[in-house]
């Protein structure tokens, strides 16, 4: 057993409603599992409803090896669903709220795990209410290092609130269509060769990622810009996939060189694109 300080995960853990089926997700508990599965001691910090939906997350995480400890039940809202549209485009997220995960309250144990973690990673998604944002940001003071998946899914975030967990920050992933976006509300350029560490200095970071699905990534650390091509030539990849390749970035951090890092990261990637596991029948219930 992994007796080492944990990698904590925080943030939304709910159902992904797809057309074919169901499956547990929310990027912290996506990372959370692949940290586990390469060996990390992990914990996941959220919220679930009090019903059904809730029952069957927590089965999902104890099947997965996690518990939950950490995981807290509301008996005020209902568990977090999100509704995926796939098609030819883009995908479409229709995230339902307010739900259980945006009401996570500060409680002593979660600060006492976070204040002993290795590590804290959080996303944009989960600032999206008050109280869940003020318990992030708590949290956020008491950690030794802070990475933010940013993770942007409109209409759930501001600028503001995104600023603010980017200088909270130690090490950022983000995609490109993010790294776009966020150069935007500065009047910066968004070339990866000057964005990357651009950022990091405006916002004072260790580390950069920047994530390019099949195309590989970009690392910015300690004053270096190392990127290297994707292992697969899948053309698109599957949900969660990119948890798989931030999970083992942060596996190795500390341990191996940021080369090493990112090339293991892009491998873990790469495996699970062909790893997508299958989705739950819908109940009827949940099929109008």
């Known amino acids: 057993m992994n007796h080492s300080p944990a990698i904590v995960c925080i943030g939304e853990f709910l159902w992904d409603m797809l057309p074919t089926g169901r499956q547990p997700g929310g990027s912290p508990f996506h990372v959370a599992v692949q940290l586990h599965r390469l060996g990390q001691a992990t914990q996941l910090i959220s919220r679930v409803g009090d019903d059904e939906l809730g029952a069957g997350l927590l089965?999902?995480?104890?099947?997965?090896?996690?518990?939950?400890?950490?995981?807290?039940?509301?008996?005020?809202?209902?568990?977090?669903?999100?509704?995926?549209?796939?098609?030819?485009?883009?995908?479409?997220?229709?995230?339902?709220?307010?739900?259980?995960?945006?009401?996570?309250?500060?409680?002593?144990?979660?600060?006492?795990?976070?204040a002993e973690a290795r590590m804290l990673v959080y996303g944009s998604l989960a600032a999206r209410s008050t109280t869940t944002r003020e318990t992030l940001y708590r949290l956020l003071q008491v950690v030794p290092f802070k990475v933010f998946d940013v993770n942007l899914r409109p209409p759930h975030y501001s600028r503001t609130v995104v600023k603010y967990l980017l200088r909270q920050a130690d090490l950022v992933k983000l995609s490109q269509q993010e790294l776009v976006e966020i150069m935007s509300w500065h009047g910066q350029p968004s070339t990866e060769f000057t964005a990357l560490p651009w950022l990091a200095a405006h916002f004072n970071l260790q580390a950069v990622c920047l994530t390019k699905g099949t195309a590989g990534a970009t690392l910015w650390h300690?004053?270096?810009?190392?990127?290297?091509?994707?292992?697969?030539?899948?053309?698109?990849?599957?949900?969660?996939?990119?948890?798989?390749?931030?999970?083992?970035?942060?596996?190795?951090?500390?341990?191996?060189?940021?080369?090493?890092c990112l090339r293991s990261a892009l491998a873990a990637n790469a495996v699970s694109l062909f790893l997508t596991p299958e989705p739950l029948p819908l109940p009827l219930a949940s099929a109008s």
Do not use: M
Not at 66 to 80: A, C, D, E, K
Not at 255 to 260: C, K, N, Q, R
């Open 59 to 114: 089965s999902a995480l104890e099947q997965q090896g996690l518990n939950s400890y950490l995981i807290q039940r509301s008996q005020t809202h209902l568990t977090g669903v999100v509704k995926v549209t796939l098609g030819a485009g883009p995908r479409v997220y229709k995230i339902v709220e307010p739900v259980a995960w945006d009401y996570l309250q500060h409680t002593d144990e979660l600060r006492a795990c976070v």
């Open 222 to 260: 300690d004053n270096q810009l190392i990127s290297l091509p994707g292992q697969c030539e899948k053309a698109e990849e599957p949900l969660g996939s990119s948890n798989a390749f931030l999970a083992a970035l942060l596996a190795h951090w500390g341990s191996a060189s940021p080369t090493e």
